[in-house]
């Protein structure tokens, strides 16, 4: 059975250990969410824009970035052809 999943973009503040939703959202009480967190830090140069850019469509598209080990596999890969 596939489930439904409805994508909601909202800005909360993290104060005492809680995230703090800046606007309300329509779920029903008790409704479990997958929260992905991104900070407002501003890249510094024109690549760290692009890597930021890059970063967020992946994470809409809903396709899960790879992890470090992932990654490492990947280059060790890279690195013996």
């Known amino acids: 059975m596939v489930?439904?999943?409805t994508t909601i973009d909202v800005?909360?503040?993290?104060?005492?250990?809680?995230?703090?939703?800046?606007e309300p959202v329509d779920l029903p009480?008790?409704?479990e969410v997958h929260v992905t967190i991104q900070t407002s830090t501003?890249?510094?140069?024109p690549m760290g824009r692009r890597l930021r850019?890059?970063?967020s469509e992946i994470m809409?598209?809903?396709?899960?970035?790879?992890?470090?080990?992932e990654i490492e596999d990947e280059v060790a890969l890279r690195r013996s052809e």
């Open 3 to 5: 489930a439904n999943t």
């Open 11 to 22: 800005d909360a503040i993290y104060e005492n250990g809680v995230l703090r939703l800046k």
């Open 29 to 31: 009480d008790n409704a």
């Open 42 to 45: 501003e890249a510094k140069t």
């Open 53 to 55: 850019e890059l970063r």
């Open 60 to 69: 809409r598209s809903g396709v899960t970035p790879l992890g470090w080990d």
